[in-house]
């Protein structure tokens, strides 16, 4: 059996306020994988997500990334652990006022000193990188466009494009094309699988459209009230599932048992 690349144990998250976040959740996340996380509005999602590259630390439990945990982890293992995951956001997360360019080496500042990262001492490797990532996105002519004349989904991808030149292994999404458009979001959900299946990076996503899920996940998650009530392979998903999952209902057999 293969070696996996995210694992949750127990892993609890409760907030300072006492609501709660997670609750005892156990997961196991295959490298390669193209997981969708799907949930109610306050189901954990985005707790989920932030556990897994620490933006949020949990109350219980631990999660490993690649055998190692992160929550554990100080210093420049951290740092190293942290480079290794990817995040975008539904609000992209871009310097409006800098260029594609400077957004993108950005996201390489992990690998530089402060001083160099913040006078933009970046080498010509990093710069052919910054080209190579966007690229993959199909945004290479827009390397000198300031970030806010770009549309929504070039904004996105220019954001994935800026997770790429960290060199991934696992890329998480919370909720990317919450505010795209239709076809925009075709081409930002495109872009991950592609990136998923041809660098076979490992890539975890919040969305909200069963069809969307049908089409592109490897597996679905279902979460409610922060515990995982839900977690199949998508060939072994069925359409009775996806309606009662969406409509967050119960749907596995785990939820067998009473709340
Ligand atoms: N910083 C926070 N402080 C307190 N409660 C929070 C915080 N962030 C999220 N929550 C609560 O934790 C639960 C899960 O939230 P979240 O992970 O954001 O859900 P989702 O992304 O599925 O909408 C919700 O009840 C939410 O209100
Ligand atoms: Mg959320």
Redesign the pocket.
């Known amino acids: 059996m293969s070696k996996s690349i995210i694992e949750f144990k127990d892993v609890s998250k409760i907030?300072?306020?006492g609501?709660?976040?997670l609750k005892d959740v156990n997961l196991t996340v295959d490298p390669g994988e193209f997981v969708v996380i799907v949930?109610?509005?306050?189901?954990?999602?985005?707790?989920?997500l932030r556990s897994i590259n620490q933006l949020q630390t949990i109350s219980e439990g631990d999660v490993l990334i690649d055998g190692q945990s992160i929550v554990k982890a100080r210093g420049k293992s951290l740092r190293e652990l942290r480079r290794s995951i990817g995040m975008i956001f539904q609000n992209f997360n871009l310097v409006k006022q800098s260029s594609v360019q400077r957004n993108v080496l950005s996201g390489r500042v992990g690998y530089y000193s402060t001083f160099k990262s913040v006078f933009g001492l970046f080498s010509k490797e990093d710069k052919q990188n910054a080209v190579d990532a966007l690229k993959r996105v199909s945004l290479a002519e827009k390397i000198y466009t300031r970030a806010d004349q770009l549309s929504g989904g070039q904004q996105q991808r220019v954001a994935i494009a800026r997770t790429l030149i960290q060199n991934p292994k696992i890329i998480l999404a919370?909720e990317p094309i919450a505010s795209l458009d239709p076809l925009t979001t075709k081409l930002v959900l495109d872009d991950l699988k592609s990136i998923n299946e041809e660098l076979g990076i490992t890539v975890m996503v919040?969305l909200h459209s069963k069809e969307l899920a049908k089409k592109y996940a490897t597996r679905i998650i279902g979460?409610r009230a922060?515990e995982l009530i839900y977690d199949k392979k998508i060939n072994e998903v069925s359409e009775v599932d996806l309606d009662q999952i969406y409509n967050g209902e119960t749907a596995s057999p785990k939820e067998a048992v009473n709340e």
């Open positions: 907030y300072s306020n609501t709660l976040g949930g109610l509005s306050g189901a954990g999602k985005s707790t989920l919370d919040n979460l922060g």
